[in-house]
């Protein structure tokens, strides 16, 4: 594999592979010297079009832990305002020798058209586009939720007969499109749950369970994980939803929707977090959320894939 | 090239195979064992009056580095076309008499088709405030077609009283059916595809709810209304109904509604975007059937060329349109004919004869018979090709490049005037 632009680029074992390298690279995260030679003398550019310090940091600590020599390329705003096109971009970068280039774009599709132009030679990992995917994010999460599971006795595992709600704007969430693809390979079943104003209006071709109500899924269905999403800012003033504290009080999780969830069962949030709307403090801080521990571990699957695909003894057919 | 010449054994639409002489622009003689200095043999060869396109972006002027009247022309003469109705959103926009007879003079000057320059419905396209209609169908143009197209006329009051005025002067409203409030950031048609692509939906209720509320207006002031090219199932439906009703609406579809879905879209490859978007299996099938049955009365190409730059970038970024002159005739072959559903003749009307009376063209469009204007296409109709990227037109975002599609046109015949000969575009238009 060259290019990880959709989720549904891994099939089963691949993802499994990547997600048992993460728990190597998570063993050299937990070292003194938490450093491995493995990229040394490669190019990786960090290009990004859209602001995100944490998927950008995230990024780049990964690439430093794997030695590799690390330019951050911030292009803030579309090509047409900029002046300077995607593809001007690209053949720049490809002059300058990078070997990856991590894409963050506004525009769903662009990782894709990086990776089929022929502008750039490079592998090409997709670090969210528009609102369309965001690959890594998915391994994280299903990194995160095979270890609250399994522990020590994760690798080799997928996720099979967990239960996972995705609550929030789905619509317009990479994080779910990604997720959605990942947690069915993996063997996960997935519901949405959403107001219909923010859900696809023909969801067909999903494979997911689509639900308007959170507290009927949580009575209804035994979850063992519910993912909370974040709300743009820029939803709240577009008629989605009539106020924020509506929302909050049909489709936010709280203390009291926390209780009703069984005790293995844990909570996770791609972050930033909007406190007191999608999610409240007693559920963010509680023992069940997973919020940092996603942090942690997107490093080291961020490492994981760097690695599967840049590493030069790997068969390019295995992962 | 001799002004006098007969066409040997064409075969006519109806299936007869029949000798046609031309003089000086004219067709003199239909029938069997004609003579004159020059013979064509065209043996095989399916002869229809020449095409006549309502809906082409010939760019010119303002946007000369997409397209001109000369190269739209040309590239609309080797699809077999003989006029065009050239779109009103150039820069500046033909909302004057002055633009539209700078267009029809640019046309005459090219000489590879008749030039009918559409005028815009309000100034600058903005939909505020009506254009001087009057002005440009009484200036040497005679503008007969108005269109904002490229945006909805969407104020109700505004298309009520466009659709009234422009009777005084028997135009008519083209109307590029989308309501722009639902369809704020749209990028490709609302359904399955758009859901798992995260592309922001176009819905079909956009473009319905429009011509719904259209087909209204044009009932109760009783005027003369045309939709622009029709991509959704439900709009076939609104007007059947319309016409069953007795409304004088009539309704184009472009070639690549005709075959391309949203599924393509999957690429994210650019040259597939285009406003109305790319719609689905079922939508296709529909506007194919309305298009055998007559609901839909032409097939309109939406000729919309681009630069490389404009196509060569993300899909956000991309502009809509692609082009469509060139392989027009090859799509309304493989629906009408190859599907076994439908005839020549059928395809003569929708890509000639309904068009030119919707227009208002009056040397357009007539049959093939003795006294019409040579205005003639000839198609192999055995023949297939293969799409390239190279056309006349200045522009390449053809979405058909690497298709194999039915028909290839071998001669164009302008007022008698060979534009297009075996193939080949003439080295210089008609004077």
């Known amino acids: 594999m060259k290019n990880l632009l959709s989720a549904a680029d891994l099939n089963r074992e691949s993802a499994i592979e990547i997600l048992d390298i993460a728990e190597e690279m998570a063993g050299v995260n937990d070292r003194d010297i938490k450093k491995l030679p493995t990229l040394r003398g490669k190019t990786v550019v960090n290009l990004f079009f859209e602001d995100s310090t944490r998927t950008r940091i995230s990024f780049e600590l990964a690439e430093k832990r794997l030695s590799a020599d690390v330019i951050n390329f911030t292009a803030k ?31 769903s599709g662009a990782a894709q058209i990086l990776a089929h132009s022929g502008w750039i030679q490079g592998s090409i990992i997709n670090a969210g586009d528009g609102t369309h ?26 996720l099979d007969g967990v239960k996972v709600a995705i609550v929030g ?63 743009q800012s820029e939803r709240m003033n577009a008629s989605y939803f009539p106020s924020e504290r509506e929302y909050s009080r049909i489709w936010g999780f709280n203390a009291h929707r926390l209780s009703k969830l069984k005790d293995s069962a844990i909570v996770m949030h791609p972050g930033p977090m909007n406190r007191g709307l999608e999610i409240d403090a007693v559920t963010a801080d509680s023992k069940q959320s997973t919020v940092l521990e996603q942090v942690t571990n997107g490093v080291s699957v961020r490492m994981a ?11 390019a057919d295995v992962i | ?119 815009a419905v309000t100034i600058g396209l903005e939909g505020k405030q009506l254009a001087e209609l009057g002005a440009m169908a009484n200036s040497k143009a005679q503008v007969k077609v108005f269109s904002d197209d490229g945006k909805c006329v969407h104020d109700p009051v505004i298309m009520r009283r466009a659709l009234e005025y422009v009777k005084a002067f ?110 689905t299996e079922e939508d296709v099938e529909a ?27 993300e899909w956000n970024a991309a502009a809509f349109g692609m082009l469509g002159l060139e392989t027009a005739a090859s799509i309304a072959q493989d629906v009408l004919i190859e599907s076994g559903k439908s005839s020549w003749t059928r395809l003569a009307e929708v890509l000639s004869s309904a068009p030119a009376r919707i227009g208002g063209d009056d040397n357009q469009g007539q049959m093939i018979q003795t006294g019409s204007v040579a205005n003639i296409v000839l198609i192999d109709p055995k023949a297939t090709r293969k799409v390239v990227a190279d056309s006349a037109s200045k522009s390449k975002n053809s979405p058909y490049v690497g298709l194999e599609l039915p028909g290839r046109v071998v001669h164009t015949i302008f007022k008698g005037y060979f534009t297009v000969r075996d193939a080949q575009l003439a080295q210089r238009g008609r004077h």
């Open chain 1, 77 to 107: 705003g579309s090509s047409v305002s900029k002046g300077e096109s995607l593809k001007d971009t690209a053949q720049t970068l490809e002059a300058m020798g990078a070997d990856a280039v991590v894409i963050r774009h506004p525009s």
């Open chain 1, 133 to 158: 995917e965001h690959p890594t994010q998915a391994l994280l999460d299903a990194y995160t939720i095979r270890k609250r599971f399994h522990g020590s006795d994760s690798v080799g595992k997928g």
């Open chain 1, 169 to 231: 704007d789905i619509l317009h969430s990479r994080v779910a499109r990604s997720n959605l693809l990942l947690l069915n390979r993996l063997g996960a079943e997935v519901h949405f749950v959403a107001p219909p104003t923010l859900l696809p209006s023909n969801p067909s071709n999903l494979n997911a369970e689509v639900h308007f109500s959170l507290d009927e899924i949580l009575s209804e269905i035994d979850l063992d994980v519910v993912m909370m999403l974040r709300i």
């Open chain 1, 305 to 315: 894939v760097l690695y599967a695909l840049l590493s030069g003894e790997r068969n």
């Open chain 2, 1 to 119: 090239m001799s002004s006098n010449f007969v066409l040997k054994n064409v075969t006519l639409a109806a299936g007869d195979t029949k000798d046609i002489q031309v003089s000086d622009g004219l067709i003199v003689a239909v029938g069997a064992d004609l003579a004159a200095d020059e013979m064509i043999d065209c043996t095989g060869l399916v002869a229809l009056p020449g095409f006549v396109d309502l809906h082409t972006h010939l760019r010119e002027p303002g946007f000369e580095q997409s397209e001109t009247v000369l190269t739209g022309t040309q590239s609309a003469a080797l699809g077999g076309f003989t006029a065009v109705h050239a779109m009103a959103n150039t820069m500046p926009v033909a909302d004057t008499a002055g633009v539209v007879e700078q267009v029809a003079s640019l046309g005459i000057e090219a000489g590879y088709a008749e030039v009918f320059p559409i005028g």
């Open chain 2, 170 to 279: 028997d135009g008519v409203i083209a109307q590029h059916a989308q309501e722009p409030r639902l369809t704020e950031g749209a990028q490709m048609h609302e359904g399955a595809v758009s859901a798992e692509l995260g592309l922001t939906g176009w819905p079909s209720v956009a473009e319905e709810s429009i011509i719904a509320r259209d087909v209204l207006l044009a009932e109760h002031v009783d005027s003369r209304i045309h939709i622009c090219h029709l991509s959704t199932a439900g709009s076939v439906e609104i007007i059947r109904w319309a016409k069953a009703r007795g409304i004088k609406v009539t309704a184009e579809v472009t070639p690549h509604h005709l075959l391309l879905t949203d599924e393509l879209v999957r690429s994210y490859d650019s040259v597939y975007k285009v406003n109305p978007p790319l719609r």
């Open chain 2, 287 to 313: 506007l194919r059937e309305a298009l055998i049955d007559g609901t839909i009365d032409i097939i309109a190409t939406d000729h919309a060329p681009h630069p490389i730059e404009s196509k060569d970038c």
